[in-house]
Structure formats: C-alpha cells, structure tokens
C-alpha cells in the first residue's frame, strides 16, 4: 500500500467519525430523544434502578440490576466518546488533507 492509499483510508476514516458525530448531533436534538433516552432512560431508569437496589432481592436479581446500571452508564459514554472523537477528527483530516497534498506536491516536483 502506498503512502497516498494510506493518508486516503485515514481520510476516510475521519469522514466517516465526523459523521457518526454530526448524525449523533442531530438524534441528540431530537426531542424523541430527549424525552426516552435522556429523561427517561438516563434519568428516570437509572433512579428506579438505584432505588431497586435498596430493596430485597436475590443475588442473581442484583446482579441484573447492577448490569442494567451498567448499561446506562455504557450508553452515556459511548456518546460522548463518539462526540469526543469526531470532534478530534476535525483537526486529524486537516492534518491528513495537508498531508496528502504534500506527498501529490513531492510526486509532482519528482
């Protein structure tokens, strides 16, 4: 592979990151979203959930429960990692775009 085939597959990368990133922009806005994920599921959920714990249940009931606790908290992160890394990709595909335009400069002047 060349160096070109390289630097366009991390180009590619960071446009398909960023529009993870825009298309999670946008289900974010939604009020659907607003209304069953943020406040339903990471709010109202995860309270039933805690206040669940405090009564008596079997082990493997906890365990349940501990994993839905979990997966609130999965979900929260993976957005933000995906908001996070899109946010980088808009700085790694200006660096890659001026990367390939100096390999295309140097195979010209060659």
């Known amino acids: 592979m060349t160096e070109i085939e390289q630097v366009d597959i991390q180009i590619e990368a ?27 599921y990471f709010k109202e959920e995860a309270a039933r ?12 009931q906890m365990k349940l429960i501990d994993n839905m606790q979990y ?6 992160n993976y957005l933000e990692a995906v908001m996070r890394r899109g946010t980088e ?6 660096e890659h775009e ?3 335009e100096e ?8």
């Not at 959930?49 to 493997?60: F, G, I, Y």
């Not at 990709?89 to 200006?94: F, G, I, W």
Request: proline share 0%; charged share 30%; glycine share 4%.
């Open 103 to 110: 390999i295309l400069a140097e195979e010209v002047s060659v």
């Open 98 to 100: 001026e990367t390939r």
């Open 14 to 40: 960071a446009h398909k990151m960023r529009k993870l990133r825009d298309s999670c922009v946008k289900l974010m806005d939604s009020q659907y979203f607003k209304d069953v994920i943020d406040q339903g």
């Open 71 to 76: 997966g609130v908290g999965a979900l929260a």
């Open 49 to 60: 959930l805690v206040m669940a714990k405090s009564s008596n249940l079997t082990s493997e």
């Open 89 to 94: 990709m808009d700085t790694a595909l200006k």
